[in-house]
């Protein structure tokens, strides 16, 4: 179902993309192109229109992210344990000494006589 979801906001949104770049902020863009006084979609009716068509496509994609919300997968059942906790107890104490760690320093050979 989450993925149903998903490609529905997805498609939402190349839809709204669409709408917003139809759309001219000083009232051209698409409503521009129809200059003609005969025509059933007046300039005034087709920004109506984009207007409507964005913020109807932008309550969708709202309701669909909420509703998405809802249905992500989740795992059930007890974790045994993350992969940071396991790193953390597999971990050595740098405060212990290693049992095969040499306690006394090693030997000096003299180089002069070579």
Do not use: H
């Not at 529905?8 to 200059?35: D, E, R």
């Not at 919300?69 to 396991?86: L, N």
């Amino acid at each position: 179902m989450f993925i149903v979801i998903s490609v529905l906001i997805f498609i939402v949104c190349l839809l709204l993309i669409l709408i917003v770049l139809v759309q001219n902020s000083k009232g051209g863009g698409l409503a521009a192109n129809f200059s003609s006084s005969n025509q059933v979609m007046g300039v005034r009716k087709t920004t109506d229109f984009l207007e409507k068509a964005t913020w109807t496509l932008a309550g969708t994609l709202l309701f669909l992210s909420v509703i998405a919300a809802a249905f992500i997968p989740r795992e059930t059942g007890v974790e045994e344990g993350t992969i940071m906790q396991e790193q953390i107890d597999k971990a050595v104490d740098p405060t212990s000494v290693p049992s095969n760690f040499p306690m006394t320093a090693p030997e000096q050979k003299d180089n002069e006589g070579e």
